[in-house]
Each structure stands twice: as structure tokens, then as C-alpha cells.
């Protein structure tokens, strides 16, 4: 699935990484547990979580996850946003719940980790 198809069906804002919409995710792993993260071994993974801090960032740069949808009108900082351009990354936010994304983006063909 195309980043721009994720943005169209979870009504999400781009805050980072315009130049990559056109990228594909395969699959997709919801957590607020970054420890769960970690565990990870997936190439085209997008995260979807609330949890909106630093840490995220620093996770997903250690797991090299490059692509990350926070819900609930979590806001990203700026130095989200500037840790996750020197690594590349698309950073969206949705107004949806956690639940609500992953069942529309399930439904539409993403795939899940396990």
C-alpha cells in the first residue's frame, strides 16, 4: 500500500517525509509498547501508535522502521520531526483511534506482522 493511499483512507496529516508517499508499506504493527517494537524483524513496516515522544523516533530508528502513523491527534514536536528527517522517515498523525486505523487499513490490504 502506498503511503498517499494510507494518508487518503486514515484522513492523516504528513508531517514529515513529503518526498515518500509514493513508497510501499507491506505490513503494519500497532503498539504503544516499544519494547514490542523492538522485536521486530519486518522491511516495510508501518507503526501505527499514541505514543508520541522522542523515544518513538529513536525506536523506530533502531528497529529501521521508516515509516510511523500516531493516532489520536498525537502531535509530533519539532524535534520529532527534525530526529525523523536526518533518518528519513515519514511521520503521519491521524485524528483516529488506534483501533479505527488498524481495522480500515486491515480491511484495505494491509498486512500484519503476525
Known amino acids: 500500500m502506498k503511503i498517499s493511499t494510507?494518508?487518503?483512507?486514515?484522513?492523516?496529516?504528513?508531517?514529515?517525509?513529503g518526498d515518500k508517499t509514493e513508497l510501499m508499506v507491506e505490513r503494519a504493527f500497532s503498539s504503544d509498547l516499544m519494547s514490542d517494537v523492538l522485536t521486530l524483524d519486518t522491511e516495510g513496516?508501518?507503526?501505527?501508535?499514541?505514543?508520541?515522544?522522542?523515544?518513538?523516533?529513536?525506536?523506530?530508528?533502531m528497529a529501521d522502521i521508516h515509516y510511523i502513523?500516531?493516532?489520536?491527534?498525537?502531535?509530533?514536536?519539532?524535534?520529532?520531526?527534525?530526529?525523523?528527517?536526518?533518518?528519513?522517515?515519514?511521520?503521519?498523525?491521524?485524528?483516529?483511534?488506534?483501533?479505527?486505523?488498524s481495522g480500515i487499513l486491515y480491511k484495505h490490504g494491509l498486512k500484519p506482522v503476525y
Open 6 to 17: 494510507v494518508i487518503e483512507l486514515t484522513e492523516a496529516t504528513l508531517v514529515c517525509g
Open 45 to 61: 513496516l508501518l507503526l501505527i501508535t499514541g505514543l508520541a515522544n522522542i523515544q518513538t523516533i529513536r525506536t523506530a530508528e
Open 69 to 101: 502513523l500516531f493516532v489520536r491527534n498525537k502531535k509530533v514536536t519539532p524535534e520529532m520531526a527534525e530526529l525523523a528527517g536526518e533518518n528519513h522517515m515519514v511521520l503521519l498523525a491521524t485524528p483516529f483511534s488506534l483501533f479505527k486505523t
